[in-house]
């Protein structure tokens, strides 16, 4: 039997909106209907477009919202319902990486009050000679110095600053952390180094993650897993590799359609969408994609297709998705081994170097300039 440490099942959150003196209540339905299952030790990502939803799930599953509906099982036990001192002692094993490094940290407190914070929540059986011992410890798992924690936010760094923002999440030593679109708010030159940071943290802790993401190059790069979203339920999921090579789910060929082939002199099929995201006020009848999807069917606006396996563990809320898959050009993305000799050099140097950056030592110069 599979080791599960996260599970949600029919998970709905709905907001109440307008209303008013003649004016007509509106519910959004942020989250409809999603189940998933988050093995222990693997990164598991959600994606999807803006507005899809999966923050509103992440904060689901971390227990900042209350669910509407819907049961969420944190090793074995149902956490949906709890409060006070359990939930409490649910954010020791469970941490939150903000998504805006600039916003989730406290101005007015020194980096070693940020991150010692949880320290004192959580450990309280700690002197303070050791949690200053723990905080520089954590200080220097993440790529920092323990003299940086007399400093404050303002003097690092968007790079540096989500650094913190982990090493705080890691103070209780937690079993699961999910993080918010963890590198959405940095500079392209530094998300890998975050990714990678998360990537080894998540070996050399043992712990479960679970990435909420919008960047597909980043959710290739770092998961075992993936599901993608698309207006408050999951589409498709499976082993992150084999929704990359062989999507079925049309709204996941779209996805990967926009993603530049790798393979010099290979074209891709391009998948185009029609119209714009329908509202999660008023959802679309039977299949939530038909108003976009350009293999619909009329059916198609009247049945709703359940999330059923389909290979490789995969599963898929499509209709007809074997018909498409049998007529349509194979749309995943090309694997590092059809990529020409070149090309292969080329990216095991861009990883090499990434890890080298990665790993250096940040000085006092560079603190608030690149990282």
């Known amino acids: 039997m599979t080791d599960l440490i996260l599970k949600a099942d029919g998970l ?31 990164t598991f990502a959600i994606v999807g477009e803006s507005g899809c939803g999966k923050s ?19 090793d074995g036990r149902d956490i ?23 916003s989730s940290l406290n101005p007015r407190m020194s980096v070693g009050k940020l991150v010692g914070e949880p320290i004192e929540t959580h450990r309280p059986e700690l002197s303070r000679t050791q ?20 400093r404050y936010p303002h003097e690092f760094s968007g790079g540096q600053r989500q650094r913190i923002g982990i090493a705080r999440a890691l103070a209780s030593n937690p079993r699961l952390v999910i993080g918010d679109e963890p590198v959405s708010a940095l500079d392209v030159s530094v998300q890998a180094q975050v990714v990678n940071l998360l990537h080894d943290l998540k070996s050399k802790l043992d712990m479960t993650l679970v990435i909420i993401a919008h960047d597909l190059a980043v959710i290739r790069h770092m998961s075992d897993r993936v599901a993608v979203m698309y207006l ?22 779209a996805l ?43 059916d198609c606006a009247t049945r709703v297709p359940e999330l059923r396996v389909a290979a490789n563990e995969t599963r898929v809320a499509c209709h007809y998705w ?3 898959a ?29 890890l080298r950056q990665t790993d250096r030592p940040e000085t006092a110069s560079n603190a608030g300039a690149t990282t």
């Open 12 to 42: 709905k959150k709905h907001f109440q909106v307008g209303g008013g003196f003649m004016a007509e209540t509106k519910t959004v339905r942020a989250v409809d209907g999603v189940s998933i299952e988050v093995r222990r030790g693997e």
């Open 56 to 74: 509103t799930l992440a904060r689901l599953l971390m227990r900042l919202l209350e669910p509407t509906e819907g049961a969420i099982e944190f």
């Open 80 to 102: 949906a319902g709890i409060r006070g001192r359990d939930l409490r002692e649910l954010r020791r094993d469970m941490q939150f990486v903000f998504q805006d490094p600039f």
């Open 131 to 150: 949690r200053r011992q723990e905080v520089a410890r954590l200080l220097r798992t993440v790529g920092l110095r323990p003299e940086h924690a007399d």
């Open 232 to 253: 408050g339920q999951v589409v498709e999921s499976g082993p992150t590799d084999e929704i990359f090579a062989a999507p079925r789910h049309p709204y996941t060929l």
């Open 256 to 298: 990967l359609s926009a993603i530049p082939e790798p393979v010099h002199g290979r074209e891709r099929t391009r998948i185009a969408l029609s119209g714009e995201t329908p509202s999660p006020a008023s959802p679309p009848s039977g299949c939530r994609f038909h108003t976009r999807c350009p293999f619909a069917r009329e």
């Open 322 to 324: 074997e018909e498409i």
């Open 326 to 354: 049998a007529t349509r050009p194979k749309a995943g993305l090309t694997p590092a081994a059809a990529r020409s000799e070149g090309a292969q050099r080329r990216f095991a140097l861009y990883e090499a170097a990434t």
